[in-house]
């Protein structure tokens, strides 16, 4: 009775972090928010991108697995979801999420470390921390 309630609690739990999209097609989704310390207001021309990034590989750049773009965002803290395909993760590779705003085609934030995801017991959500880009005066 207890192995059998424990079977269907596992099965619920892997359920809630995949959706199943067609038939044999399953997808998982990263989610969290984005924010920032800054006590100041996004302007509608503001748009977020949240990236979701196979790290595993130092001397190469980032594998891009799935973002989204925030179009007019609103204020802090904004929620994001990205979807990827659970087949594209190997348990043995670090993922991470890292996200940048940009106010008319100007950085304004980035995130200035990797947030990591999915594999090494990091689970699917995080909250992202941005720091302001300073601009120097020419």
């Known amino acids: 009775m207890r192995i059998s ?6 099965m619920v739990l892997l359920a809630s972090c995949a959706k199943q999209v067609s038939e044999g097609e399953i997808i998982n989704t990263v989610s969290g928010t984005v924010s920032y310390r800054e ?3 996004l302007s509608p021309d ?7 990034l196979d790290v595993s590989l130092a001397d190469i750049p980032a ?3 799935g ?7 609103g204020n802090v803290p904004v929620s994001f979801s990205i979807t990827y395909d659970p087949l ?3 348990e043995r590779h670090s993922y991470a999420v890292r996200a940048e705003i940009r106010d008319q085609g100007q950085l304004i934030f980035t995130t200035d470390r990797n947030y990591p995801v999915i594999t090494h017991n990091t689970g699917n959500n995080t909250d992202l ?3 302001r880009i300073s601009r120097k005066n020419p």
Do not use: H
């Open 39 to 41: 006590k100041m207001a």
């Open 46 to 52: 503001a748009v977020i991108n949240v990236k979701l």
């Open 88 to 90: 594209s993760i190997d």
């Open 67 to 73: 973002e989204q773009t925030i179009k007019n965002p």
């Open 129 to 131: 921390m941005l720091l």
């Open 5 to 10: 309630l424990l079977c269907l609690i596992t």
């Open 63 to 65: 594998v891009t697995l």
